[in-house]
């Protein structure tokens, strides 16, 4: 008896395996059916990425292929020679307003007396004195004549300044001199027989620097291979002794390419390196216009400062 339970103990773990075994069987196949599958989707995506790619290569080799047939074509055969020919034209082009620029700069620099100014003259001589003469250029008033007043003269620039017509305060030259010296009686009562019974006479001179208009005229110049003007010359006017400031001068833009500023000259000579720094920290040159004023600001094209870095 004791053998039988002892064989069915046995046969029932017997049994117990083979039932795990055949689970952990089915569990395994189907983590082998899960991974089959995987890596067919896997094989089936890399295989649609492989297609997509072959359908793309092959519609860029036609655009490329498209691109050297028009390129190819004799639209395209000149275009080199074009561009240059283009390029020698707007070089002509720029020159010839760069002529223009500088005619006009020294049409507007060229000082011209007003016309109403001998009138404001006469307006102004008091009525115990006369001019014998005067003499205008573009910048300089210069008079003569004779008062009976050691002052009139003073009152006469005062009121020619109260008018504007002088810059800054002018010489004024006053000696007395005798009534002989000036004329005889005759000569001012030519159809009388009068005695001249003034005693005091002065002659005075007067010479002034006129009210003018200043200009200040900026050029901006490219430096690279070589020298040439990229904006022709702006000149803009001011009043003398007033204050100029030019902006956004650290950049310019010509012809589709970007400059930087490098240096800087007013008429003529050199701003040393601060006084450079400064401006181009406030992207702006300012000044007073005293005079006319020349400003010359030297750039180099940023291509050209790339190709640089890249070579050293």
Do not use: H, W
């Given at each position: 008896?004791?053998n039988?339970?002892?064989?069915?103990i046995?046969v029932?773990?017997?049994?117990?395996?083979?039932?795990?075994?055949?689970?952990?069987?089915?569990?395994?196949?189907r983590?082998?059916?899960?991974?089959?599958?995987?890596?067919?989707?896997?094989?089936?995506?890399?295989?649609?990425?492989?297609?997509?790619?072959i359908?793309?290569?092959?519609?860029?080799?036609?655009?490329?292929?498209?691109?050297?047939?028009?390129?190819?074509?004799d639209e395209?055969?000149?275009l080199?020679v074009?561009a240059?020919?283009?390029?020698?034209?707007?070089?002509?082009k720029?020159?010839?307003?760069?002529?223009?620029?500088?005619m006009?700069?020294?049409?507007?620099?060229?000082?011209?007396?007003?016309?109403?100014?001998?009138d404001?003259?006469?307006?102004?001589?008091?009525?115990?004195?006369y001019?014998?003469?005067y003499?205008?250029?573009?910048?300089?008033?210069?008079m003569?004549?004779?008062?009976?007043?050691?002052?009139?003269p003073?009152?006469m620039?005062?009121?020619?300044n109260?008018?504007?017509?002088?810059?800054?305060?002018?010489?004024?030259?006053?000696?007395?001199i005798?009534?002989p010296?000036?004329g005889?009686?005759e000569?001012?009562?030519p159809?009388?027989n009068?005695?001249n019974?003034?005693?005091?006479?002065?002659?005075?001179?007067?010479i002034g620097?006129?009210?003018?208009?200043?200009?200040?005229?900026?050029?901006?110049i490219?430096t690279?291979?070589?020298?040439?003007?990229?904006?022709?010359?702006?000149?803009?006017?001011?009043?003398a002794?007033s204050?100029?400031?030019?902006?956004?001068?650290?950049?310019y833009?010509?012809?589709?390419?970007?400059?930087n500023?490098?240096?800087?000259?007013?008429?003529?000579?050199?701003?040393?390196?601060e006084s450079?720094?400064?401006?181009?920290?406030?992207?702006?040159?300012?000044?007073?216009?005293?005079d006319?004023?020349?400003?010359?600001?030297?750039?180099?094209?940023?291509?050209?400062?790339?190709?640089?870095?890249?070579?050293?």
């Amino acid at each position: 008896m004791a053998n039988n339970g002892n064989k069915k103990i046995i046969v029932k773990k017997d049994m117990n395996f083979f039932a795990e075994f055949t689970a952990s069987a089915a569990k395994a196949a189907r983590l082998l059916t899960y991974a089959v599958l995987f890596g067919i989707a896997v094989v089936g995506i890399i295989l649609v990425f492989i297609v997509i790619g072959i359908v793309r290569n092959t519609i860029i080799k036609g655009q490329i292929t498209a691109l050297e047939t028009q390129l190819a074509s004799d639209e395209y055969a000149n275009l080199e020679v074009q561009a240059a020919a283009l390029a020698e034209t707007l070089k002509t082009k720029n020159n010839y307003f760069y002529a223009l620029c500088q005619m006009r700069k020294n049409v507007d620099e060229t000082p011209a007396v007003s016309m109403d100014l001998p009138d404001v003259i006469a307006d102004d001589i008091p009525s115990d004195s006369y001019l014998v003469q005067y003499q205008l250029t573009g910048t300089t008033l210069a008079m003569e004549g004779y008062s009976f007043s050691y002052y009139s003269p003073v009152d006469m620039v005062n009121m020619l300044n109260e008018a504007g017509v002088f810059k800054v305060k002018p010489d004024i030259n006053t000696t007395r001199i005798a009534a002989p010296d000036v004329g005889s009686p005759e000569e001012f009562f030519p159809d009388n027989n009068t005695v001249n019974a003034i005693n005091n006479y002065y002659n005075f001179t007067i010479i002034g620097t006129l009210v003018s208009d200043v200009y200040v005229s900026i050029e901006r110049i490219a430096t690279s291979d070589t020298v040439e003007s990229i904006s022709g010359i702006e000149t803009i006017k001011y009043d003398a002794g007033s204050t100029y400031t030019i902006e956004d001068i650290s950049t310019y833009e010509a012809g589709g390419i970007t400059y930087n500023l490098q240096s800087i000259t007013i008429n003529g000579a050199g701003i040393d390196e601060e006084s450079f720094n400064n401006i181009l920290n406030a992207n702006a040159i300012s000044g007073v216009a005293n005079d006319n004023v020349d400003i010359a600001l030297y750039y180099t094209p940023v291509v050209a400062e790339t190709e640089t870095a890249e070579a050293q």
